[in-house]
T-cell receptor, first 116, second 112 residues
């Protein structure tokens, strides 16, 4: 059973650029959630994808967008990067719609984004 | 109402001691309360979770105590070991929600 894998592990961008982060969900999991973890803070929910559609969104602007593919892998895209976007971006997979509410979220190791 | 407040921010405990981390919430609709453990460079991993129909849950050295009337829950780590040194996050969610709401985390250091 493969766990959640994320790429890249680290990246540096400049303000105004765009970034794409990738996530492969744990085998058998059909739901992917993305979280942003600023330094010294708890993770904050960005959005969740189920059956290739966004199913719930946190308090993040539209320049944060995502995709889920038929194999349940997912991408997080951030446009017009700002300095405050510097954070660890965590992908979590689960089985079913309300994985966070009724079951376990399995997190990847994250992609650390630095915006200069 | 969506916040989960966690304390302390950092905690130092001697090996063999009891580590206690506290969380408080406001949203009475929350009905799932997990604790996650995060080591440096890793993603959070589920440690133990509780639902409000019980006041305590124990798994090995880890115990969650839950006080529904006070809207508080806490993690107790008995016989704390240096390998327990990590950042711990409490979280909460409600049935049908898509997200976990996390506390700000507690950096736990167990001195040998």
């Amino acid at each position: 059973e493969t766990g959640v894998t994320q790429s890249p592990t680290h990246l540096i961008k400049t303000r105004g650029q765009q970034v794409t982060l990738r996530c492969s969900s744990q085998s058998g999991h059909n739901t992917v959630s993305w979280y942003q973890q600023a330094l010294g803070q708890g993770p904050q929910f960005i959005f969740q994808y189920y059956r290739e559609e966004e199913n719930g969104r946190g308090n993040f602007p539209p320049r944060f967008s995502g995709l889920q593919f038929p194999n349940y892998s997912s991408e997080l895209n951030v446009n017009a990067l700002e300095l405050d976007d510097s954070a660890l971006y965590l992908c979590a997979s689960s089985l079913g719609l309300a994985g966070g509410a009724t079951g376990e979220l399995f997190f990847g190791e994250g992609s650390r984004l630095t915006v200069l | 109402q969506q916040q989960v407040k966690q304390s302390p921010q950092s905690l130092i405990v001697q090996k063999g001691g009891i580590s206690i981390i506290n969380c408080a919430y406001e949203n009475t609709a929350f009905d799932y309360f997990p604790w996650y453990q995060q080591f440096p460079g890793k993603g959070p991993a589920l440690l133990i979770a509780i639902r409000p129909d019980v006041s305590e849950k124990k798994e090995g050295r880890f115990t969650i105590s839950f006080n529904k009337s006070a809207k508080q829950f806490s993690l107790h780590i008995m016989d704390s070991q240096p390998g327990d040194s990590a950042t711990y996050f409490c979280a909460a969610s409600r049935r049908g929600a898509q997200k976990l709401v996390f506390g700000q985390g507690t950096r736990l250091t167990i001195n040998p």
